[in-house]
C-alpha cells in the first residue's frame, strides 16, 4: 500500500525551461511535506518543504505547491540546470505515538539536457 | 557542524557473514531512523530509534536484521547471516528531538553493502 505515489519515473528537460516533479499522497495525516534530491553515491539531500496549513513555499529556483483537496504536490524547478539532474524523492510526515516519521515515494528521476 | 556520519562506506560481505553498519547523528539530534535502498527502488523505511529505545522496527525484516542507539556512541545495523538480497545501500538519518511538524531529517552519505 503506497501512501506517498511518485507516477513518473523520470523526465527529461531542457536547460533554462521549468521542471515539474509531481507527488500524490493518500494518507489524509499526513501534515508536513519535504522534497530530497539524490545523487548516484550519495546520501539524500533536503531541498525544500512545506507544511499542511500553506499551499506554496518558495526557495530560490525551487517552489513546492501543496493541493490538499487533491492530496497532490509538485515541485517547480526554474530555471533547469544540468546540475538539477538527480532523483527526486517527495516525503510526507506524520506525527506517530509521540514521533514524527516519513514516508517516501519511490523517485524521479530529473535530466536536464544542456 | 558535522552531518550524518555513517561508516563504513562500502562493505563486501560473503554469505553467511554478518555486517554492521554504524552512524552516528547530527550534534543534537537524538533521533536515528534506518532506510533501505534496493537497486532500482526508493528508499524503504526500516527502523526508528531513539536513544536505548527502538520506537518504530515495521519496516524491519523480521529475522537476521536487528538495530539499536545505546546510551554512548552510533546507532548499528546488524545483519546476520547476509544474503545476496541484501545487497543495498543503507541510509542512515536523524532529527531533533519532539514532535514539531518542522523537523526535517537528515541523511548521511549511506553504506553500499555487497554480498558476494
Known amino acids: 500500500d503506497q501512501q506517498v505515489k511518485q507516477n513518473s519515473p523520470s523526465l527529461s528537460v531542457q536547460e533554462g525551461r521549468i521542471s515539474i516533479l509531481n507527488c500524490d499522497y493518500t494518507?489524509?495525516?499526513?501534515?508536513?511535506f519535504l522534497w530530497y534530491k539524490k545523487y548516484p553515491a550519495e546520501g539524500p539531500t533536503f531541498l525544500i518543504s512545506?507544511?499542511?496549513?500553506?499551499d506554496k513555499n518558495e526557495d530560490g529556483r525551487f517552489t513546492v505547491f501543496l493541493n490538499k483537496s487533491a492530496k497532490h504536490l509538485s515541485l517547480h524547478i526554474v530555471p533547469s540546470q544540468p546540475g538539477d539532474s538527480a532523483v527526486y524523492f517527495c516525503?510526507?510526515?506524520?506525527?506517530?505515538?509521540?514521533?514524527?516519521?516519513?514516508?517516501f515515494g519511490s523517485g524521479t528521476q530529473l535530466t536536464v539536457l544542456p | 557542524n558535522a552531518g550524518v556520519m555513517q561508516n563504513p562506506r562500502h562493505l563486501v560481505r560473503r554469505r553467511g557473514q554478518e555486517a554492521r553498519l554504524r552512524c552516528s547523528p547530527m550534534?543534537?539530534?537524538?533521533?536515528v531512523y534506518w532506510y533501505r535502498q534496493l537497486p532500482e527502488e526508493g528508499l524503504k523505511f526500516m527502523v526508528y530509534?531513539?536513544?536505548?529505545?527502538?520506537?518504530?522496527e515495521s519496516g524491519m525484516p523480521k529475522e537476521r536484521f536487528s538495530a539499536e542507539f545505546p546510551k554512548e556512541g552510533p546507532s548499528i545495523l546488524r545483519i546476520q547471516q547476509v544474503v545476496r538480497g541484501d545487497s543495498a545501500a543503507y541510509f542512515c538519518?536523524?532529527?531533533?528531538?519532539?514532535?514539531?511538524?518542522?523537523?526535517?531529517?537528515?541523511f548521511g552519505e549511506g553504506s553500499w553493502l555487497t554480498v558476494v
Open positions: 530509534l531513539q536513544k536505548e529505545n527502538i520506537i518504530d
Open positions: 516525503a510526507a510526515s506524520d506525527l506517530r505515538g509521540s514521533a514524527r516519521q516519513l514516508t
Open positions: 538519518a536523524s532529527s531533533p528531538p519532539g514532535p514539531r511538524t518542522g523537523n526535517t531529517i537528515y
Open positions: 550534534k543534537g539530534h537524538s533521533h
Open positions: 494518507n489524509s495525516m499526513f501534515d508536513y
Open positions: 512545506i507544511s499542511s496549513i500553506k
